[in-house]
């Protein structure tokens, strides 16, 4: 259902408000008004404008899983002016909530595959979301195989659901943290995300690897996947740019002729590579 | 103008400079900034009296930082420019040679900051007839004519920013107005935000503006915003005989003090 | 405008106008209650464009009062801030805003008694001059009732 | 082809003030020409070249609030800015190149969601344009496949012959309701030949040559270096253009109240594409040129079919250091690949 106002957000209210790090937070909302909040529905990888009225407007991605109804959780790191507005608020709180904006991850063309997610500290929020939709579909996917590194042992969010996808016997989960990171009693693996990718030598047949983190790891995590195999058109990522309004008319987040609003976040690698050097 | 170019040609070809910032024949104006990082194109270097646009902008931007060493077509407000950002150690002594022009064919190299100083104290320089009488027009208007004079020229303004791309004084990598925390001046082109800007602008070039004009030329909506620093400019020479633009070495003035500093106001 | 209360905001430095202003308590001098008092730790941080933000808040008038010269806590905030009010002052001369509503002073902390009077003279002259009606005026803009274009 | 009377405009002004429509035309104010309202058609200025501002604002106004919020204990609203009490809008004097100008932002503001400011304001909004008897060196219209007297996206177009009366084409059926206000000055002409009213203007370049080499020459970081060198960095091209529309969303007020709004915003300014952590993509002036050309050379054509430049001029008079924007995309058109 699009509004008619395309710039007035969903008044949405925080329910449970969870400590994942240092400075990071996860959030769950439900929509004010029962009735936008049972025809809202949105797909994985699609992301959103959260505001805090009187600070603006910030962009990350829905963090929940479609498949869960009723409610969206959104996870951010306290850095600019509206997420430190953000952090601010405790449960009961109101805030503005625009979207679902942006493209998805195509979930049906992965069935029978293998799926490798790979992610790094403040991006595991967007895998997470794809995770439990596939998850919640687990029948669907042959083998299902989890990295993700951050810079040290507090870094790691989700600490909780870490923990559940250990124990889950059809979930293969490898955690590391980088080098020095580590505490006395950490069982995971030491080192950054690439070195820890290659030790694992990933089967690249029949495998779909979705990566996210920062720039520095996409940068060495993709030449690992091709060294492994893995064809550019199945490995997918997101990118991230500076945006506003979410739907391809503030002129802000394009790499050349791309809108990352519109036709990203979600990315092949095939298509990265035919984008010019500008994200 | 052929020993402009002469000039530049040699300091190029030895590889004094690696680039000649000057002007070349313009399109839409007479004539328009142009850089020169190869002696035979040198030729495009022009000098005549549409010439004005300051070139020391050029100075402390962005591109410039990995270049080396730079040679500035400068008249009397650009070498003035350089004093206030040699004074704020925005670029090493001799890093930038200054082809000091007035007008006249010849042109002189000034590497060091007190040959700039001999040459600016050598060639006193007043403000454009129009511009002292417009400032004399609105100094002699009343508290409430000038407000009003200030609302109708502000209320237009739409922050393009254009006065302070065009300033060579404006340099910072992050100006207030980008930040966010706190949004001290607002984004917005009201008639408040407008007037914020305005002063924040005129308040942080009091004691550094070279009264070069740049900014109100560079105004596409033809604002005379030029008469806030103009009047601050004269009002602190008055005030502490501080004349900018004269001096690398001597302290600015709002970061100076005398204990017999005279004022009027204070019970 | 017989029954208008000003609003008056004072930018004082902690370490004597403001210790000044307790010694006016504490002695039991009276003195208007239109002033809000803002503590800031030397004259030589009061930002210019606070002034304005109080002004556009709302207050009819304004205060700014430190230390003597040579007082100073931090030796020279307040001769930095003097040559700050001078430029200042002419630049909002320039702009048309009315000098008369800032009033500029040196209290120390023993000087209870010219605190009160500062504060009162300045309300008495503030309620002269009535509201700050242009700069009222100028704050509703951000309502955008009228967007003035070219 | 209908005919206008050399006296008859100020009574269609009176008439369309008495349908109580409010009138945009260019006037002298502070020295520059501007659209601004006017109430009689002695005030318009009769012979003029370009103003200095497009007339965009008046769909797309530099400042638009989108919504006013409150915030008590008991909880956030946000209300919606009330749109619907709009004047209708009659925009006269308006230059060929002006009135195509308004399509490139209806393309963009409808383009698969709708803005429903946009679409109030262009709603109200009835465009009389006026052909070029004129031109200066900055005009391009004829190298963007416009020319001099084009009636795209103006209501009415009216071309003044020698005897200072106007032949007037109604375009739209929103002219046509302008005109079935008053028949009685419209009088039917015999098709007059509108070309020997018009000025000439000479061809730049050659349109699809442009949209081809530029779309190919984003790699080519020396041509944009050469051309971006002495560009300031500064907004005033993009705010005086017919067809950028860019913009920033911002909140402002204080905890209590206070409203959202979208404001004008720049490719040009170095904080237009920040990251938050500080990366940004477009680091160098080189890089914001290339996208103020290919944006509208490359990107609009490619995405909603249609060129982002209308060849006004605006941007090339306006600019503080001289960047003509013909004088580089003609060397765009003419690179070998």
């Known amino acids: 259902m699009k509004k008619e106002n395309i710039y007035l957000p969903y008044l949405m209210r925080i329910v449970s408000v969870r400590e994942e790090a240092p400075e990071v937070r996860t959030y769950r909302l439900q929509f004010e008004n029962e009735e936008e909040g049972n025809q809202f529905e949105f797909q994985a990888g699609q992301f959103g404008e959260y505001s805090v009225a009187g600070q603006g407007e910030s962009t990350f991605c829905i963090a929940s899983s479609p498949t869960r109804k009723g409610y969206i959780e959104c996870t951010f790191r306290k850095t600019g002016r509206v997420t430190a507005a953000l952090a601010d608020l405790e449960a009961g709180s109101f805030i503005g909530f625009r979207g679902p904006y942006g493209n998805i991850f195509p979930i049906e063309e992965w069935n029978g595959k293998n799926l490798l997610f790979i992610a790094g500290g403040i991006a595991l929020p967007p895998m997470r979301c794809v995770i439990w939709n596939c998850l919640d579909l687990r029948e669907k996917f042959k083998d299902f195989t989890i990295l993700y590194g951050a810079r040290t042992v507090n870094d790691l969010v989700y600490k909780h659901e870490l923990k559940e996808w250990e124990e889950r016997t059809d979930v293969n989960l490898v955690t590391t943290v980088d080098p020095g990171g580590q505490t006395e009693d950490w069982k995971g693996e030491i080192g950054f995300v690439p070195t820890i990718l290659d030790k694992m030598a990933p089967k690249a047949e029949n495998t779909i690897a979705i990566v996210c983190g920062p720039p520095i790891m996409i940068k060495y995590t993709f030449p690992i996947l091709e060294k492994y195999g893995f064809k550019d058109e199945n490995i997918f990522t997101t990118l991230e740019n500076r945006m506003k309004c979410g739907f391809g008319k503030c002129g802000r987040c394009n790499v050349g002729k791309v809108f990352v609003c519109k036709d990203g976040p979600v990315f092949t690698l095939a298509q990265l590579k035919e984008l010019p050097a500008e994200y | 103008m052929d020993n402009l170019i002469k000039k530049a040609k040699e300091l190029l070809e030895n590889n004094l400079v690696q680039v000649v910032i000057g002007y070349e024949k313009g399109n839409t104006q007479k004539s328009r900034p142009v850089f020169i990082f190869k002696a035979e194109n040198a030729d495009k270097l022009i000098y005549d009296e549409s010439c004005h646009y300051n070139l020391a902008s050029y100075i402390t931007r962005q591109e410039m930082r990995h270049t080396g060493k730079m040679a500035v077509v400068a008249n009397i407000h650009a070498l003035k420019a350089m004093l206030v950002l040699a004074n704020e150690h925005q670029f090493i002594e001799g890093n930038v040679i200054a082809l000091a022009v007035d007008g006249s064919s010849d042109v002189t190299e000034l590497k060091t900051f007190s040959e700039i100083e001999e040459y600016i104290a050598s060639h006193p320089v007043e403000l454009k007839e129009k511009e002292k009488v417009l400032l004399e027009k609105i100094k002699a208007l009343s508290k409430e004519e000038r407000w009003e004079f200030w609302q109708n020229e502000l209320a237009r303004c739409f922050k393009c920013y254009a006065c302070r791309a065009a300033c060579p004084m404006c340099y910072c990598h992050q100006c207030t107005v980008d930040c966010n925390k706190p949004q001290w001046i607002t984004v917005a082109p009201h008639q408040l935000g407008n007037y914020e800007w305005q002063m924040m602008r005129a308040m942080h070039l009091a004691g550094r503006c070279v009264d070069c004009g740049a900014c109100a030329e560079a105004c596409p909506l033809d604002i005379p915003i030029n008469m806030l620093t103009y009047y601050l400019s004269e009002s602190i020479e008055s005030n502490f005989g501080f004349k900018t633009g004269t001096s690398a070495t001597k302290l600015y003035v709002l970061s100076d003090y005398k204990l017999e500093d005279k004022e009027n106001f204070i019970r | 405008m017989e029954n208008f209360e000003p609003k008056i905001v004072a930018f004082v430095c902690n370490w004597c106008t403001y210790a000044g202003a307790d010694l006016t308590g504490t002695s039991r001098i009276k003195y208007a209650p239109n002033v809000k008092i803002i503590r800031f730790p030397c004259t030589g941080r009061i930002d210019f464009m606070i002034l304005m933000k109080a002004f556009v808040n709302g207050a009819d008038g304004i205060i700014v009062s430190g230390c003597h010269p040579n007082d100073c806590h931090y030796t020279s905030g307040n001769f930095h801030a003097r040559r700050r009010w001078m430029v200042f002052r002419n630049l909002l001369d320039i702009m048309g805003v009315d000098l008369e509503r800032i009033t500029f002073s040196w209290v120390s902390a023993a000087e209870g008694a010219k605190w009160a009077e500062i504060v009162n003279s300045t309300v008495d002259k503030i309620k002269k001059l009535g509201p700050y009606e242009n700069y009222k005026k100028l704050a509703d803009s951000q309502q955008l009732k009228e967007v003035i274009h070219g | ?337």
């Open chain 4, 1 to 337: 082809m209908k005919l206008l009377k050399k006296e008859a405009l100020p009574k269609l002004f009176e008439k369309i003030n008495s349908a109580d429509k409010v009138i945009y035309a260019p006037v002298e104010n502070h020295g520059q020409l501007v659209y601004r309202r006017v109430s009689a058609y002695d005030e318009v200025k009769k012979d003029y070249i370009q103003t200095v501002q497009s007339a965009k604002y008046v769909v797309f106004p530099k400042i638009e609030k989108l919504l006013d919020y409150q915030n008590s204990k008991d909880g956030t609203s946000l209300s919606e800015a009330v749109i619907d009490e709009l004047p209708e809008i009659v925009l006269f004097g308006v230059r060929p190149c002006d009135a195509a100008g308004f399509d490139v932002l209806k393309a963009v503001f409808t383009w698969d969601f709708n803005d429903k400011f946009y679409i109030e304001r262009a709603k109200k909004l009835t465009i009389i344009g006026l052909s070029c008897s004129k031109c200066d060196n900055e005009c391009f219209c004829t190298s963007v496949g416009l020319n001099p007297g084009s009636t795209k996206g103006s209501d009415i177009l009216l071309t003044k012959n020698n005897e200072g009366d106007y032949l007037a084409e109604i375009v739209t059926d929103k002219g046509q309701a302008m005109v079935s206000l008053c028949t009685d000055l419209f009088s039917d002409h015999k098709d007059d030949n509108k070309e020997n009213y018009l000025t000439k203007v000479p061809v730049k370049f050659e349109k699809d040559a442009a949209i081809e080499k530029s779309t190919k020459s984003f790699e080519n970081e020396q041509i944009w270096f050469d051309q971006a060198m002495r560009c300031l960095g500064c907004g005033a091209c993009t705010y005086v253009c017919p067809t950028c529309s860019c913009f920033d969303i911002q909140d402002e007020g204080t905890s209590a109240k206070g409203i959202r709004y979208r404001c004008w915003d720049s490719c040009g300014l170095s904080q237009f594409t920040i990251h938050t952590s500080g990366h940004n993509p477009r680091e160098e002036q080189s890089q914001r040129w290339r996208q103020r050309i290919l944006h509208k050379y490359s990107y609009q054509p490619e995405r909603l079919q249609v060129l982002g430049c209308v060849g006004c001029g605006r941007c090339s008079r306006s600019c503080p250091v001289d960047m003509n924007i013909a004088e580089h995309v003609e060397t765009i058109a003419e690179i070998e690949l």
